[in-house]
């Protein structure tokens, strides 16, 4: 079989994020961090930042 366009899985998808407290930038994975599915605020990928205690999100 030949690749015509190759995609990308889901989990393998990547995300760049700033945290909100202490504005480290980051890049990951989607397999790296929490899904949560908001029927208000929609989707989202969080991940802990690893520089201080808060959460950083990135929107699916
Ligand atoms: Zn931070």
Do not use: W
Request: charge should be negative; glycine fraction near 6%.
């Amino acid at each position: 079989m030949e690749i015509i366009k190759r995609g990308t899985k889901p989990e393998d998808a990547r995300h760049i994020g700033t945290c909100a407290n202490c504005k480290t930038e980051v890049e990951f994975a989607r397999s790296e961090g929490v899904v949560t599915h908001d029927q208000r605020d929609g989707s989202f990928v969080s991940v802990d930042c690893p520089v201080c205690v808060y959460k950083i999100h990135s929107d699916l």
